[in-house]
């Protein structure tokens, strides 16, 4: 199955990039996502996804690609110590050193750590749990390392594959549909481990 982000100006695009959308009748997106499905998952096309499409507590893998540092040293793209800044050192002291081996195998080896570019390469960081939904604005919090990437870069969100966090049995399925809730939702979904905000934090009790 195919996602779409941000609709945007027809105008921005080629006659064949909007052509992929004719046919659902939908603007064309900034970005597109391919997400691996089974048959009974499908959803119709231009079909709307909320961020209750995942639940507090659950687990997901975060898809993103990693700033782009450019060209860059083994100091800062491998965390080398480098030459000492005096001693008989020349001009050498932020390189690397030696890098090949002695008689019949002297060359470089694959996988020697040197300098080149440095990010923009795309990860996926595992078993980030959801400890907030903001349903008002469909913004999900997550706890974990950093996620990959720049500030408003885009990110694709999916259900881990660590069998050990299986997918909570009550997630809506395929998806979440507005108008199929018995109920309307708080703005604010916590988890069981997330103090919420809006309460207080100490309670005292007057024994007079």
Not at 38 to 48: N, R, S, V
Not at 75 to 98: L, Y
Not at 168 to 173: D, G, L, Q, R, Y
Not at 181 to 197: E, G, K, R, V, W
Request: proline share 10%; hydrophobic share 30%.
């Amino acid at each position: 199955m195919i996602v779409g982000a941000e609709s945007v100006d027809p105008q921005r695009f080629t006659k064949e990039y909007c052509g992929l959308f004719r046919e659902s009748g939908l603007m064309p997106k900034i970005k597109l996502t391919r997400f691996q499905i089974t048959p009974e998952a499908a959803l119709p096309p231009g079909t709307p996804l909320y961020a209750t499409h995942f639940q507090v507590g659950q687990h997901v893998d975060i898809v993103g690609k990693t700033i782009d540092r450019g060209f860059q040293g083994v100091m800062k793209r491998w965390g080398f110590h480098g030459m000492p800044a005096t001693h008989g050192v020349t001009k050498s002291h932020r390189r690397g050193g030696n890098t090949g081996g002695g008689g019949e195998k002297g060359r470089i080896w694959p996988g020697t750590k040197l300098p080149g570019h440095m990010g923009a390469q795309q990860i996926v960081v595992r078993a980030f749990k959801i400890v907030r939904i903001n349903t008002k604005f469909n913004i999900i919090y997550v706890k974990g390392p950093n996620i990959p990437g720049e500030t408003n870069s885009f990110v694709s969100i999916r259900d881990t594959k660590i069998p050990t966090y299986p997918k909570p049995i009550s997630s809506p399925f395929p998806t979440y549909y507005p108008g199929e809730a018995t109920q309307p939702l708080p703005d604010d979904i916590f988890d069981s481990t997330m103090h919420n905000y809006e309460e207080p934090t100490i309670l005292y009790e007057d024994k007079r």
